[in-house]
């Protein structure tokens, strides 16, 4: 079920839940991150059904319950299948349509067009897939709310803008392990220099992100600047690994844009909080 993958997609779903305008009482926001938990569960769950073939090659994934022979393909296929309906429907029992329907969305999203339709076809398959990892706290949201409304969607837009950078990064030390497994990540399609150059690209599109929210009059100060500076690092140690030779980079620091990106957003959804709270 990945669980480490699950705990920031769990955090960034109760955030979604705490800052919304509506109190919800312990009990039932619990019960419905746990269901949203579940859905992320199931989520990966088939995403390793799926890829079972490609994670045998890889060293990142070889050690996986499927490969290793822990866990029969047909049995994770089930257990999946299983779990999404079982979060889908208490997450609707406990909450609303519109929090079950966004999170059959994601499931469906993350397997269907990330996993089966684009990892394989085209190194913008991060990008467009990342749109699957940005939907729990919309989620969390709608739990509280019962609406979607534009609030949110900073949210969503902050990890879906985030997304490709902190993949690529880990994808230019692992480049050996998505060529053998015929992955078209970008540093195999379009070269190291290119990747760099992206990384960069896409660690300059938070500032505009994270500005917007406060300008809109979502959140405060204590986010703008405490976010402002968080985003400009992470700039630093995007460019720093750019100017590294060219068509070349140091695995240090692309472990470190790569390992900075997850406290990153951790921070910024902290902040999102206390600012909320404050």
Not at 64 to 92: C, M
Not at 102 to 131: D, E, S
Not at 135 to 159: D, Q
Not at 191 to 214: A, C, D, H, Q, W
Request: hydrophobic letters at 50%; proline letters at 5%.
């Amino acid at each position: 079920m990945k669980p480490r993958v699950m705990s920031l997609v769990i955090f960034t779903c109760a955030v979604g839940l705490l800052i919304s305008p509506v109190n919800v009482n312990l009990f039932d926001a619990m019960v419905s991150i746990f269901f949203v938990a579940i859905g992320a569960g199931a989520a990966g769950t088939l995403n390793m059904w799926y890829e079972a073939d490609l994670d045998k090659l890889m060293t990142r994934t070889c050690l996986r319950p499927i490969p290793t022979g822990k866990i029969e393909k047909k049995d994770a296929l089930i257990f999946g299948i299983l779990l999404s309906l079982f979060s889908v429907i208490g997450l609707y029992y406990f909450s609303n349509f519109i929090s079950a329907a966004m999170l059959l969305l994601t499931i469906v999203f993350y397997v269907f067009v990330y996993t089966i339709w684009l990892k394989r076809k085209t190194p913008q398959n991060i990008v467009i897939g990342g749109a699957s990892g940005a939907l729990p706290p919309v989620i969390g949201w709608t739990i509280a709310t019962n609406s979607l409304t534009f609030e949110p969607i900073n949210l969503f837009l902050i990890i879906f803008y985030w997304t490709p950078s902190h993949f690529w990064a880990l994808s230019l030390y692992k480049a050996n392990d998505y060529e053998k497994a015929k992955i078209p990540m970008l540093p195999n399609t379009d070269g190291v220099e290119e990747t760099k150059r992206k990384i960069f690209i896409y660690s300059l599109f938070m500032i505009p992100i994270i500005i917007l929210p406060y300008y809109m009059n979502f959140f405060g100060k204590l986010f703008l600047f405490g976010s402002l500076i968080l985003t400009i690092y992470y700039n630093y140690i995007c460019y720093d690994l750019l100017k590294f030779k060219k068509n070349k980079f140091e695995i240090k620091k692309a472990k470190k844009v790569f390992g900075y990106s997850i406290f990153y957003l951790f921070l910024i959804f902290v902040l999102i909080l206390l600012d909320k709270l404050i």
